[in-house]
């Protein structure tokens, strides 16, 4: 069924309205009646801010902008990161943009890979600060798989019954690249930058939305490292029991990618899963990236989170 965001409007903008059908139960929904290589208007930016709220990841189809167009997008919801804390590669000219792309990983991991990262995870929570957005686009994608999968981190703390609600309300985790099991080579390049440079916050397990107030569990096998203040084996079996709930499918919505798309998604409520099904298909598939700068995290008891290692991730100026 298509949604209409109501906002106060005039009947001459109202053609121009987005318009929004959910995709799955608890998550994701396609965009129509928006043209990307068009800018904005305050209107359209506030209904589909509102509409990210809701539905945590946004589809727009058959967008077929350009590297400045995506960032001019982006950056009417929020101050535009630099690529990624490791990233050197980015387009020349868009430092602003991160390269998905299937032909580079090789050579940073040391074997092949269709993302830096094929875990769930929740873009960089590393930081103190992580995106409060990702903006990604399809640019070369095969003829099938690479499918990305989304879940709803909300969903997924509200599944929990109350008393692993309450657990869960008043611990915190060390998230650091890589998580419990980093899936790179030791010699690789990237596993160099991530111990010369190390990124280490811990965070709050339940995180507070900024805006709606929604609880999010706020863990991935991606990033999330261990539970503090417990001894390895009570943090892995609370870890695996917390990670089972936010990879349940019922959370979950399938992107399947074509040239054009571009996926919005509220990487504060959100995590997932880049496709694993391409390692034997020798294939190529290129996407590029924007993130948003993100606020730092709070618990369910008021209490930021805190750096260990690593310095804020702010925007370009």
């Not at 902008?65 to 490791?86: C, E, K, L, N, W």
């Not at 409520?269 to 598939?285: E, F, G, K, M, Y």
């Amino acid at each position: 069924m298509s949604v209409t965001i109501e906002t106060k409007s005039s009947t001459a903008e109202s053609a121009a309205t987005p318009q929004f059908v959910p995709v799955a139960g608890h998550i994701g929904a396609d965009v129509g009646g928006i043209d990307l290589r068009n800018p904005l208007s305050t209107q359209q930016v506030e209904i589909i801010r509102t509409a990210l709220h809701r539905y945590k990841v946004l589809f727009f189809h058959d967008q077929h902008i350009d590297h400045a167009q995506q960032i001019a997008f982006s950056a009417r919801f929020g101050s535009v990161t630099p690529s990624h804390p490791y990233d050197d590669e980015a387009p020349q000219g868009f430092p602003e943009i991160l390269a998905v792309d299937s032909r580079k990983y090789a050579k940073r991991f040391g074997k092949v890979k269709y993302s830096y990262d094929n875990k769930w995870h929740t873009d960089v929570t590393a930081l103190i600060n992580p995106p409060a957005a990702t903006v990604l686009r399809a640019d070369i994608v095969p003829e099938q798989g690479g499918d990305t999968q989304w879940t709803n981190l909300a969903a997924a703390y509200n599944g929990l019954p109350e008393p692993l609600k309450r657990l869960a309300d008043g611990l915190r985790a060390e998230h650091r690249f890589g998580g419990r099991h980093p899936q790179w080579a030791y010699d690789s390049s990237y596993a160099e930058k991530t111990r010369s440079n190390p990124i280490v916050t811990e965070h709050p397990v339940v995180r507070v939305h900024p805006v709606t107030g929604e609880r999010s569990l706020f863990v991935t096998p991606g990033f999330t490292a261990r539970l503090v203040g417990l001894t390895p084996t009570q943090s892995d079996r609370l870890l695996d029991l917390f990670f089972d709930e936010v990879t349940n499918p019922a959370y979950t919505v399938r992107l399947r990618w074509r040239a054009g798309t571009v996926a919005f998604w509220d990487n504060r409520a959100t995590a997932h899963l880049a496709p694993t099904d391409l390692d034997d298909v020798q294939t190529t598939r290129v996407l590029y990236r924007t993130t948003l700068e993100g606020d730092v995290p709070v618990g369910p008891d008021g209490l930021a989170s805190a750096s260990i290692a690593g310095a804020e991730f702010r925007g370009q100026k």
